[in-house]
């Protein structure tokens, strides 16, 4: 409803986790992807911050999700009050700002969950799909919502910047761009990094943006329609370790799909062959981190601290 990060889903489902509470990443798709866009809010929407403030902000939003039926009005909230009894009567003072429920700025805005052959789960943020993209990739008559292209791989957002603008990459409009080595094992902690720029040859002829995949983050604030917090991350050994510079690719969004079109007899092969990159830590604090940590689908969190409950309720013993 409020084309938010595609860093809610991490942390939301980390919290969760450490409340015992457990919150899958179809979840996700199963309850957000049929929400509208109501904020009409940059980079998905027109407005600034401020603007969504003075017109009411999340409160207004909420209040216009409890009205369409969206949200458990019951729900108790650490007010004391339920949500329902403090939202319900909010009203956007700005309806450009903040749409009604059936006046949205995009329907079916929320993130779409993918899996594959190169990773388990990805989610990828449908509210900033621009008319450009879509309309370059998303709109081949007989295939909406499908593409396929040529795999341009770098190894993490350094070897990125030094290699985006080799003409010997041949990078094209018709090229996805991958980012590999970013997720919480192989940063560490994960980068927000995905959403990669075209060569400047490319933006210079018009193409402002290019299909991009990665198993770490980006931020919020950017209107790049990347598949990403992909897990495994290649680190952990997902397909993304082996796909290659040259390689096709699939995505489908109507399967919620991304693939490697490679043969199974190809993709032996490189399993058989493949050899883990090096983690260099730089501290000892890395690689404790680095030996603990989960991917991003379950919410990155030290896989051992979830299970640690109300640590409070015992007397604590302090090492003096």
């Not at 109501?38 to 999700?65: K, S, T």
């Not at 370059?136 to 795999?151: D, K, M, Q, V």
């Not at 995505?251 to 032996?268: C, F, G, P, Q, T």
């Amino acid at each position: 409803a409020i084309g938010g990060s595609t860093n809610c889903p991490p942390h939301i489902t980390a919290i969760a986790r450490h409340m015992g509470v457990e919150l899958d990443i179809e979840d996700w798709q199963t309850h957000g992807h049929d929400i509208p866009l109501l904020v009409n809010l940059q980079p998905a929407g027109e407005y600034l911050g401020e603007d969504y403030y003075r017109a009411g902000g999340v409160p207004a939003v909420i209040g216009e999700l409890i009205r369409a039926g969206k949200i458990n009005s019951g729900a108790m909230t650490a007010a004391g009050r339920t949500i329902g009894e403090l939202h319900s009567d909010i009203v956007a003072s700005n309806p450009d700002v903040i749409r009604s429920y059936d006046q949205p700025l995009m329907e079916e805005a929320g993130f779409v969950v993918l899996s594959g052959n190169l990773f388990d789960a990805a989610i990828m943020k449908t509210s900033v799909i621009s008319e450009d993209f879509r309309r370059r990739y998303l709109s081949t008559p007989g295939t909406e919502n499908r593409f396929e292209g040529r795999a341009i791989v770098f190894e993490g957002p350094e070897d990125y910047h030094d290699r985006i603008n080799d003409p010997a990459l041949e990078i094209d409009e018709t090229c996805l761009l991958f980012i590999r080595g970013a997720g919480p094992i192989g940063y560490p902690g994960s980068a927000e990094v995905v959403n990669m720029q075209p060569p400047d040859a490319l933006i210079k002829a018009g193409v402002s943006e290019l299909p991009t995949i990665g198993d770490g983050r980006q931020s919020g604030t950017s209107g790049s329609p990347s598949i990403l917090n992909a897990s495994p991350e290649s680190a952990a050994k997902s397909g993304l370790a082996i796909i290659q510079t040259g390689d096709r690719v699939r995505v489908d969004l109507n399967a919620r799909s991304v693939d490697l079109l490679i043969s199974e007899e190809e993709m032996n092969a490189r399993w058989a062959a493949y050899q883990p990159p090096a983690l260099k830590h730089q501290t000892p604090w890395q690689e404790i981190y680095r030996g603990m940590v989960g991917q991003l689908a379950t919410g990155g969190c030290l896989e051992p601290a979830v299970h640690y409950h109300q640590v409070v309720k015992d007397l604590p013993r302090d090492s003096h």
